[in-house]
């Protein structure tokens, strides 16, 4: 489906031509973010406009769920491009827990 360029900053996507029903364009959605995931240059590890470019989503759903390894998945769904699941360490989930207690408190007092 993708033909990378030697140094990986662009790509051809094949097979997207024609009609789509909202199933084919997740899988395409799917499908472009593995390929950004293998482009260069990386995405960013920190965002660089926090009220500009990103894609917003007011109110997302969400679920938590713990797998049996003990890793905890956070489920966050955007209304266009389907639900993204996050894995983290026990750890990682807890001090992610209270980061977003902490700045809901702020909000709060």
Known sequence: MFQYSTDRTSVV???IDGRHDASSIEEATRQLGIARGNMSPEVAAQPRDTTGNALTVNHPSFQVTRRQ???VV???RHEGLGWFAFNFSAKRAFVLG???SHMANRNIE
């Open 13 to 15: 996507v094949h097979g």
């Open 69 to 71: 390894d003990g890793e």
């Open 74 to 76: 956070v489920w966050l």
């Open 98 to 100: 209270q980061q977003i």
